[in-house]
């Protein structure tokens, strides 16, 4: 068998249901990845590894078996954890225990899996980075604010991460890790208990390795039915879209987007290059608006009484949202909403839209960690998005694509991915 570490939690959940090995067994072998290569990627903000198999351990001891029976989990660190400190990846938080669970954890231990611990998040879920590196070449960022779950992932460490997303911070964390992070349409995953930075655009994500794992995942929280697989007869509509920001993409993500289109078109998929209206061109500049706005007013108590440990970025990103208008704000919200409406037609004729999940490879740490401007337009559309890896860069490093679907259609989304994901993998 595959190192135990190494498998899917669809794999992981048919192998202790068979008797084939337990829940502990899995653990202990991603604790000892944990253990072999967390000094170098620093995944983690929080683990017990006691803890972790000590929950292992009574799931091999009980009656039954959930959808998630032993598969290990990461946890992002905005999820409040009524066992585990919820540090929103900040200082003056660090150790802090809300004494609940957020809803989607309490859901994650009622499906059975196996919280290992929480993983790195930028400062208060925005972008002043984390400890963590990229577990392919750790002089690299992994992206942010997702950074933990993206590389523990990608490094072997656990089969899922739960990640957020408000700008980014799923599709292209998982771009420059090389995993498949997949992005729910805004509001079908539970928030509550998640720390909010851009309420308008927060959303639920998770970390895997697998497409099934994300159609896993919706089925053990949701109750989601899978929808059907595509017949080879019955292959999707794809709609090319380079949006503005395609002067920014590095040559590797301009080839890479032209040969996942030439390999979609060869085995049957319709792929066109549809025109948009100008709402689309200020899509970006209408979420960072908005983000601005909202960041300074959810995030009042914490400029209010802990400015002067919130890092300088972040203090003049306030310092903007403070003097964004109310005028603008809505005027914002209004240009998303109208989007919203004229995307949601253009799934009458598409099934799915390609596009870059982020300008290249990933830079040098440090920051900024690199931009999410082939992100933000997509999450203010609300619909559901994930990163497929789809090459390696020149400088040895994962480049993915981005595909984007039809609002609350997020099942068959997936097995649309599916289909286009097994045509694209090296």
């Known amino acids: 068998m595959t190192d135990l570490n190494q498998l899917s939690a669809t794999a992981v959940v048919a192998a202790i249901t068979s008797g084939e090995c337990s829940a502990e067994d899995v653990t202990r072998a991603c604790l000892a990845r944990i ?23 009574v799931l091999d001891d009980g009656p039954g078996c959930g959808p998630l029976h032993g598969v290990p989990i990461g946890i992002k660190d905005c999820f409040e954890t009524f066992d585990m400190p ?25 499906a059975g899996a196996v919280i290992l611990g929480k993983t790195v998040t930028s400062e208060l879920v925005a972008f002043w980075p984390g400890k963590t590196k990229n577990p392919h070449n750790p002089e690299h960022t992994p992206g942010v604010s997702s950074m933990g779950s993206a590389a ?30 997949y992005k729910a349409s805004h509001a079908e995953m539970p928030t509550d208990g998640l720390m909010f930075l851009q309420p308008t655009c927060d959303t639920v994500g998770f ?5 099934e794992d994300a159609v896993l995942m919706r089925k053990a929280l949701l109750g989601a039915d899978p929808a059907t697989p595509r ?62 706005f909202e960041v300074a007013h959810w995030r009042v108590y914490e400029w209010e009484n802990h400015r002067e440990s919130i890092s300088e970025p972040m203090q003049e990103f306030i310092a903007e949202g403070r003097k964004t208008s109310f005028a603008d704000y809505n005027r914002a919200q209004v240009v998303g909403a109208e989007a919203r409406a004229e995307f949601d037609a253009l799934f009458d004729t598409y099934d799915l839209v390609l596009t870059p999940s982020a300008d290249g490879e990933a830079i040098k740490l440090g920051y900024p960690t690199g931009s999410s401007n082939f992100n933000r337009m997509w999450t203010l559309l609300h619909g559901p998005s994930v990163n497929l890896p ?37």
């Open 35 to 57: 253990d072999e290569r967390e000094p170098v990627v620093e995944a983690f903000e929080y683990l017990d590894a006691a803890y972790a198999i000590e929950q292992a351990k």
């Open 86 to 110: 919820t540090g929103w990846g900040t200082e003056f938080y660090a150790g802090r225990n809300t004494g609940r669970d957020a809803a989607i954890i309490t859901l994650v231990r009622n």
């Open 152 to 181: 523990g992932v990608a490094d072997m460490m656990m089969p899922v991460g739960l990640a957020t997303q408000s700008g980014g911070s799923t599709v292209r964390p998982a771009a420059h890790c090389g995993v498949i992070g």
């Open 207 to 211: 970390m895997v390795r697998r497409m």
């Open 231 to 292: 017949s080879i007869d019955s292959p999707p509509r794809v709609a090319v879209i380079r949006t503005p920001h395609w002067a920014e993409a590095e040559p590797i993500t301009h080839t890479v987007i032209e040969e996942v289109s030439e390999k979609l078109r060869a085995a049957g998929a319709e792929v066109e290059e549809p025109s948009l209206s100008n709402h689309f061109d200020v899509l970006t500049e209408a979420h960072l608006t908005i983000q601005y």
């Open 390 to 426: 789809a090459a390696t860069g020149p400088q040895g490093l994962p480049v993915g694509v981005q595909l984007i679907g039809r609002k609350y259609q997020d099942d068959q989304f997936l097995a649309d991915a599916t289909w286009v994901n097994e045509r694209i993998s090296n």
